[in-house]
């Protein structure tokens, strides 16, 4: 038994220390606190980006399991980009340029076939932009890219895909005009707000329209503050934010500084109606509650809640003319309309519980389970709520000292089904004995099988050359993807002067597989890590699978079997507290072993001024231990 036992911890530790990721906190005083700073990350030896670590005020298993889509960016954010976490909050792909920033990370369906789209650019003026939008397929290649049309550019606020196969983008141009009834000058300057229809393969406009050829310019709710009397400061006086095609062909459009939704003839470019604001078409059902919106966000017609005498509306209702207060809470708000009628009611409101009040950006979106999402834009907050408002998941990504700085922001945020199947390499850096090993973007590997080729008896003798054929890899171990990147411990006494790390799925199917490694004398490699770059196209190595089918689907089930059964084992058979200590070991040992690349080429940052959380991270903070909390 005793026997037994031992064998047990030492699996147990094993696979414990096959847990690189840093695991997302729960109700954190530190993460809250900025002691953690104001966009806490993580970072990883085989790759060279950086992960945001959350923070869980509450936590359901009603929550969806879809892919979560972010796009941090603020002065606290070193690294912006878009970025995909998992349900777990671990990272799944990220893309960095440079100095730019990325807004609107979402997943369309164009001609049958899924693509990440998403906007990023030169942020001007703090307001306005001018960038690309793009289109990425499963193998994350660009297959479509938007700059503009006839002299307009893609501005941040809007880009996506309709239900037509079309793309819909938001443009601002500076415009003279006349503002003597908003008390400016006779020859004056504004920003006009415009949206553009284009053919996605040909870039043809299909529609555009101008807001100030259909609305008056005292519907505004801002003040022109001095703006508008010259052309290098022109007046914003609609700014539109969000665009939103409908199966009649016609436009829902949100008009910021006129608090209004209107709907626009898709044909014509005559207002229909509008909702909100100093010219409402509706009767308010609901005390006001339904249209009293202000300084809205990313308005929304939904579909499968309309019905023959309604249409479903979502809107983010930033409640906010400024600077936020928390007597004026922002709000997800769900709507209902009848356009016979002309009337309007709340089907329901979704309070974020701290609360949070936004300035600016935000979204709502309805989950395929009728869960509601909802994002909180300026501030680095998101929440999924159950249909009838309950809160069912409150996650931070940003310290609570962030919010309302605009420090740390990410404009929309939204949960979607994603597979992902990167055309590079898995990436591996090797130190000591142990080699720490992820894929960007790859949404399918579930089990990480670590192969090796010659013995050194056999190299010696034989005189090898770089060169290695599949049937002279041999198996040797493997082990279960866990997070963004997971630490595979080289068994002692490996005698293989080759290696490489196969990634399966949960079929066993075979992946991709890193570069070939040279494996050294470990009392070498634990001096500096030799990080090898899978950033080439799979070069066909092992394309076949380097295993028969039926072993490849083997190994994966069992690497799962034997995780569950040893935990089990484990937790039946030995103390707790070994446990702990097997687990507070596997933790120090992968927080102290060097990490230094040598060759990679993109080398990591010099990060050590950036808001990393310590190795030694609270016990207390861990998700691990919420059953203990509560």
Not at 376 to 382: F, L
Not at 460 to 475: I, N, P, Q
Request: aromatic fraction near 12%; charged fraction near 25%.
């Amino acid at each position: 038994m005793i026997a037994l036992v031992a064998r047990i911890v030492t699996l147990a530790t094993f696979l414990l220390c096959a847990l690189a990721d840093r695991e997302a906190q729960w109700r954190s005083q530190r993460f809250k606190g900025g002691y953690e700073g104001m966009f806490p990350v993580q970072r990883y030896s085989s790759k060279g980006v950086q992960g945001p670590i959350l923070n869980y005020w509450q936590r359901s298993e009603a929550c969806s399991d879809g892919y979560v889509m972010l796009a941090p960016r603020g002065p606290a954010v070193r690294k912006p980009g878009p970025i995909i976490l998992d349900s777990e909050g671990h990272l799944v792909w990220f893309k960095e340029y440079d100095d730019w920033v990325t807004f609107n990370l979402n997943v369309y369906t164009f001609k049958g076939e899924r693509y990440l789209t998403y906007w990023t650019g030169d942020h001007v003026d703090g307001e306005h932009a001018a960038g690309t939008g793009y289109m990425l397929n499963s193998h994350y290649e660009e297959v479509y890219k938007f700059d503009g049309v006839d002299g307009l550019d893609v501005d941040l606020h809007e880009f996506h895909i309709t239900q037509d196969d079309t793309a819909v983008f938001i443009a601002y141009a500076i415009t003279p005009a006349d503002l003597r009834e908003a008390g400016g000058l006779e020859t004056g300057w504004i920003w006009d707000g415009i949206f553009v229809e284009v053919d996605v393969e040909t870039n043809e406009v299909l529609f555009e329209w101008r807001a100030s050829e259909h609305f008056s310019f005292i519907e505004v709710e801002r003040d022109r503050e001095g703006n508008g009397d010259s052309e290098d400061q022109p007046w914003d006086l609609f700014h539109i934010n969000s665009v939103d095609k409908d199966e009649k062909g016609n436009f829902l459009v949100s008009f910021r500084y006129t608090s209004c939704l209107t709907y626009i003839d898709g044909r014509t470019g005559g207002i229909i109606w509008k909702l909100g604001g100093k010219h409402n078409s509706f009767i308010d059902l609901s005390d006001g509650a339904a249209t009293n919106i202000s300084w809205q966000h990313h308005a929304r017609f939904q579909d499968d809640y309309s019905t023959s005498n309604t249409r479903a509306i979502t809107i983010f209702d930033n409640s906010s003319r400024g600077q936020g207060a928390p007597e004026n809470p922002s709000r997800g708000l769900f709507i209902d309309i009848d356009e016979t009628k002309m009337t309007a009611s709340v089907r329901q409101q979704y309070w974020n519980p701290f609360p949070i009040s936004s300035q600016s950006q935000g979204s709502v979106q309805v989950l395929d389970n009728g869960n509601v999402l909802v994002g909180y834009g300026y501030n680095a907050a998101y929440t999924e709520f159950a249909p009838d408002g309950e809160v069912l998941c409150e996650v931070h990504f940003g310290s609570e000292n962030s919010f309302n700085s605009g420090q740390v922001m990410s404009y929309r945020v939204f949960k979607q089904d994603w597979v992902g199947l990167p055309l590079t390499n898995p990436d591996v850096a090797l130190s000591d004995t142990h080699a720490s090993v992820s894929w960007n973007g790859a949404t399918e590997v579930k089990t990480w099988v670590l192969q090796g080729a010659y013995l050194r008896t056999q190299a010696r003798r034989s005189g090898h050359g770089e060169a290695v054929e599949d049937s002279e890899l041999d198996f040797i171990l493997a082990v279960p993807k866990s997070g963004f990147e997971t630490v595979v411990n080289i068994p002692d006494g490996c005698l293989y002067t080759k290696l490489r790390i196969v990634g399966l799925d949960k079929m066993g199917a075979y992946l991709g597989a890193s570069p070939l490694m040279d494996w050294e004398d470990p009392e070498k490699l634990s001096v500096e890590i030799m990080v090898y770059d899978g950033e080439e196209e799979q070069d066909g190595l092992g394309m076949q699978g380097t295993l028969p089918p039926s072993l490849m689907f083997g190994m994966g089930f069992l690497t799962a079997t034997a995780v569950g059964l040893s935990v089990w084992l484990v937790w039946r058979f030995v103390p707790f507290y070994a446990w702990r200590r097997s687990f507070a070991k596997a933790g120090q040992d992968r927080s102290t072993t060097k990490w230094q690349a040598v060759h990679s080429g993109e080398e990591l940052d010099e990060l050590d001024d950036l808001s990393d959380l310590e190795s030694g991270e609270r016990a207390d903070d861990h998700l691990l231990k919420r059953e203990e909390d509560e």
